[in-house]
């Protein structure tokens, strides 16, 4: 069993910025690219960023693009997404997931295995 957990979360002013991690237990993360959505109060969730197995390949969703980083430390079984020049629209609940697809996918339905998430509150 999998189990991901995300931490990082809180408020932060417009144009700051905050680290969110991934920490992985019972598998390996090293076989698995890594995945981050987020979820806002009603909207679907949506795709903000990837990154596969070794970290060589990255993927970003347009609305974070150049503002937002994905990275991992496989040593450490852990995922990190940099958030910076946070928006109020980029508030939302933030998940990472695991997919054992060799790429980056966007879709939800490509994961296997999702965190709790942690809340990510940007105030303008």
Do not use: H
């Not at 144009?15 to 237990?25: D, R, T, V």
């Not at 596969?52 to 980083?69: L, W």
């Not at 054992?100 to 809340?119: A, I, L, M, N």
């Amino acid at each position: 069993q999998v189990q991901l957990v995300e931490s990082g979360g809180g408020l932060v002013q417009a144009g700051g910025s905050l680290k969110l991690s991934c920490a992985a237990s019972g598998r390996a993360l090293s076989s698995y690219a890594m995945g981050w959505f987020r979820q806002a109060p009603g909207k679907e969730r949506e795709f903000v960023a990837a990154i596969t197995r070794g970290g060589g390949n990255t993927d970003y969703g347009d609305s974070v693009k150049g503002r937002f980083t994905v990275s991992r430390d496989n040593a450490k079984n852990t995922v990190f997404l940099l958030l910076n020049v946070l928006k109020p629209e980029d508030t939302a609940v933030y998940y990472c997931a695991l997919t054992s697809s060799d790429y980056t996918p966007r879709g939800v339905g490509s994961y296997d295995y999702w965190g709790q998430g942690t809340q990510v509150t940007v105030s303008s």
